[in-house]
């Protein structure tokens, strides 16, 4: 008999707040907690809007000085939200079999401090100022302190929280962009479901709210354009739609085995029912053209939850405002759904809320997708106020506290062309 | 019933040669890929050796495909190396449903665009020409960065283009846990075709960290060796005077296929995955766990997944990386979970010869692992002169050795505290 898997424990940092509680009351709001920029000056650039997070003290979640200056931004941020997500879900790690825990991230190139680096580069130039390699090796090196590459290497979130809460079963990290947190959630699911553990972390976390980070975003066209003061230009799904706004963060749910989950009295806020992922063959934002990938992920997704189309209340869009993208994730849905029941399903973007956070944003997603179906609202999708023909689907526009929500679909599509969607249930008891 | 898991198509790339039969033959011979590094002027390193591929020439792939102009040195092996695992199974000619394959890679990061990096930086220096003025940053990096070379940087490009290449719709993902990586990814391939998920997986990984960044941040740790004096002789896993490893780059592909599958299209069997473990040390971030904990564990995990025993194993594909605490520990966990027998059962590491490929090594280990078993050629640990009495096991010193094998354990074990076991049978 296949093994069921239930979602008992969220954790978040975004910039609407460190926990899930603060989020869900803005979403409820309505309040999005993008804003100017901040940590640093970023006149002239074209999008000076982003998702910082202003209020986090990293120290209030990892208590060890020394592992503290071995975690990036990122890192710090994972373990917050993991921290977060074991409180959520009243774990007493003492009394979980290490063995039979694990953990799955998304991560993916974390970004250097620039201030860190430029110091190893500044002392490896010559006399008239140009970078010579000798001069790195002999003495630019040196400025770098010992452990310097542990603080960017893509698998230490997962490392550095196995090791905080004692995981001794898989642990593995997920690099696929937009979609490596969804994932890394998916990849969960299915380690649980084939008894390879009990008990796994799954979400991931991103900091490119950093020069390095955004000018790579602006690099590859990414960004909205339009007035850099705009604090309403990330707008999903809308006809005025260009691109999307930087965002930081970490979602991380904790994902049980059913009978693990009831043994020990949890809260269950909803059961993963079915994982979908496909590969694209394009990438780029001007490149995009071909929805199949993203068809096939969610036809696989709902396949393995065993329900039928018209079981799905809401999807989740990836929504990540890029024109092209938006688009094909608008015709995939058609085509998966047939137009009439596509006209009918109601649509949701959630990254306005905290911007794109990128490597974490399906981690988040699933965070608000497991608040949903828990309180059974669905969120507006902000700054939507112009329908684009071409889209043709219902976007949330308002609250709405009616919905009745059985079953959510959950998609996140990264731009590299890794498509990943999950089918969350409402839990009413066995 | 269970799906069962065969190896239909290998592929590698590696500094003993740039496909499956040159490192091969390479390893038999007990010769070393280790250099002085080439790939940038690393005279004043602390470390100026390194395994690099040579004679690799791309440009076929880039005639055919002009996306592959920019790709990265990872992409780079992972494409050419897939490409020869893609010919061997004979997919080339073989119409399969693209949405039945996919894909689940350990590619690692496609390096650093150092000269516009630095560009941009050296652009922006502030007033007092101390710190850099972040405003102008945004600036130049914006003109001076290329958008190609940026995008490629990220691991999850490797994966963008092998599915576009070779035709695959189906269950994508990229794994990137150090060392372990590529193991990791095969197990995980293995576990996605058993559920039925997908009938043919193109799996391994592809990595170079011969970068400035990567030897500057390896030496920073005192990771990597520094007997730079002579490169054949740097690699010495379980040696006695082994000091740390030695970095290499290349890739390693492997076609997985379900049994009936495989069957039907009569393609060539090398062998059999039957066992996966994977586990984590949960210790610390920097050194193994003192017993093997995790790496016994994954041992196990991965024999209670096959139904076999300890004694069922003809040879152990150690990970062997030649770091002093890595060697000792591993021959610990291998005495643990083989007990008397592990003395009876050759081990060797392939580093020796090789050096370390990261996120690569595991996948080049496997593949030499089925080859074991195809050829009855045990691949030496070479540079082994001195005995260290806390590795007191068969290595296969210095000579290849002739034995018939049915079952090759291989391990992987990943900076950071991963730990991943695989097992390869004879296919009957």
């Not at chain 2, 960290?209 to 920073?220: D, Q, S």
Request: charged share 20%; aromatic share 8%; glycine share 10%.
């Amino acid at each position: 008999m296949r093994r069921r898997v239930v979602v008992t424990g969220l954790g978040s940092v975004s910039c609407l707040g460190i926990g899930t509680d603060p989020l869900w009351k803005a979403v409820l709001e309505s309040r999005s907690g993008i804003g100017p920029i901040q940590s640093f000056a970023c006149d002239g650039f074209p999008v000076q809007q982003g998702g910082e997070i202003h209020d986090f003290n990293p120290r209030d979640f990892v208590e060890n000085r020394k592992s503290l200056k071995v975690m990036s931004r990122d890192i710090q941020l994972a373990c917050a939200a993991s921290t977060l997500a074991f409180q959520d879900a009243a774990i007493d790690i003492s009394k979980i079999n290490p063995e039979r825990a694990g953990i799955t991230m998304g991560a993916g190139l974390l970004d250097n401090e620039i201030d860190e680096i430029a110091a190893c580069i500044r002392n490896s130039l010559d006399e008239s100022g140009n970078f010579q390699m000798t001069k790195f090796g002999a003495e630019g090196i040196r400025t770098l302190f010992p452990l310097w590459m542990l603080k960017y290497l893509p698998n230490m979130p997962a490392c550095h929280i196995s090791i905080m809460y004692n995981l001794q079963g898989p642990s593995n990290t997920i690099t696929t962009a937009c979609a490596a947190a969804m994932q890394a959630v998916g990849e969960a699911f299915r380690i649980i479901e084939r008894d390879g553990a009990d008990l796994m972390v799954a979400g991931g976390a991103e900091c490119r709210m950093n020069p390095f980070g955004i000018t790579r975003y602006q690099v590859l066209s990414a960004l909205v354009n339009g007035n850099a003061a705009d604090r309403q230009a990330y707008r999903p799904f809308d006809k005025r739609r260009s691109g999307f706004v930087v965002g930081e963060g970490s979602g991380v749910i904790i994902l049980e085995e059913l009978e693990h989950a009831l043994r020990r009295g949890a809260k269950i806020y909803g059961e993963v029912a079915g994982y979908g992922t496909s590969a694209d063959f394009n990438y780029l934002p001007e490149n995009l053209s071909d929805s199949t990938g993203r068809e096939l992920a969610m036809e696989m997704a709902l396949r393995d939850s065993g329900l039928k189309l018209d079981q799905v209340n809401l999807i989740h869009a990836h929504g990540s405002g890029i024109p092209k993208d938006d688009l094909l994730e608008a015709r995939s849905i058609h085509k998966v759904f047939g137009s009439a029941l596509a006209a009918r399903l109601p649509v949701v973007a959630t990254k306005p809320f905290i911007g794109h956070t990128g490597f974490a944003s399906g981690g988040l997603q699933m965070v608000l997708s497991s608040k949903m179906i828990q309180d059974q609202k669905v969120p507006a999708t902000l700054n939507y106020d112009e329908d684009d023909s071409e889209i043709g689907l219902l976007i949330v526009k308002k609250l709405n506290e009616d919905m009745k929500l059985n079953a959510i679909l959950s998609n996140a599509f990264g731009l590299s062309g890794q498509n990943a969607s999950i089918l969350m249930k409402r839990w009413e008891g066995k | 019933m269970s799906r069962r898991v065969v190896v239909t198509g290998v592929g590698i790339v590696s500094p003993l040669g740039n496909n499956v039969k040159n490192t091969w033959d390479n390893m038999m011979l007990g010769a070393s890929g280790v250099g002085s590094i080439t790939l940038f002027e690393a005279s004043t390193f602390p470390t100026k050796i390194a395994g690099e591929v040579k004679n690799f020439n791309f440009k076929p792939w880039i005639d055919r495909d002009k996306l592959l102009a920019r790709v990265g040195r990872n992409t780079q092996f992972a494409v050419y190396a897939a490409g020869e695992a893609y010919e061997d199974a004979g997919l080339d000619h073989f119409d399969y449903d693209p949405k039945r394959m996919g894909i689940y890679f350990a590619a690692g990061d496609g390096g650093v665009d150092l000269k516009n990096f630095i560009g941009a930086l050296c652009a922006s220096w502030g007033n007092n020409g101390e710190v850099i003025d972040k405003t102008d940053y945004l600036k130049n990096g914006v003109n001076i960065l290329n958008r190609y070379a940026e995008l490629e940087q990220e691991p999850c490009m490797t994966l963008a283009h092998l599915s576009r290449l070779f035709r695959v719709r189906g269950p994508v993902s990229n794994c990137l846990t150090a060392c372990a990586a590529s193991s990791q990814a095969i197990g995980e391939a293995y576990e996605t075709i058993r559920r039925g998920d997908a009938d043919l997986m193109l799996t391994g990984g592809a990595h170079s960290m011969i970068h400035p960044f990567g030897v500057a941040g390896f030496n920073l740790l005192t990771a990597l060796t520094t007997k730079n004096e002579d490169p054949k002789k740097a690699s010495r896993p379980f040696d006695f005077k082994r000091d740390g490893f030695v970095l290499a780059e290349g890739s390693g592909v492997l076609i997985l296929e379900e049994l009936e599958n495989a069957r039907k299209r009569k393609a060539k069997i090398y062998g059999e995955v039957v066992g996966y473990g994977s586990t984590a040390d949960a210790y610390r971030l920097t050194d193994s766990h003192p017993e093997g904990r995790g790496a016994i564990k994954a041992m196990d995990l991965a024999f209670k997944s096959a139904g076999i025993k300890p004694e069922d194993v003809g040879y152990i594909n150690a990970h062997g990386t030649s770091t002093v605490v890595n060697d000792m520990v591993e021959t610990l966990a291998i005495k643990k979970t083989f007990g008397d027998y592990a003395y009876k059962v050759p081990v060797s590491s392939i580093k020796s010869m090789l050096g370390h490929l990261i996120a690569a090594a595991g996948a080049v280990e496997l593949i030499t692992s089925f080859l074991v078993i195809q050829k009855s050629m045990i691949p030496p640990t070479i540079n082994f002169e001195e005995k260290d009495p806390d590795c007191d096991l068969d290595y296969v010193p210095n000579q290849a050795r002739e034995k018939k094998v049915d079952t090759v354990l291989s391990n992987s074990f990943g900076f950071g505290g991963q730990n991943i076991t695989l097992l390869a049978r004879k296919f009957e």
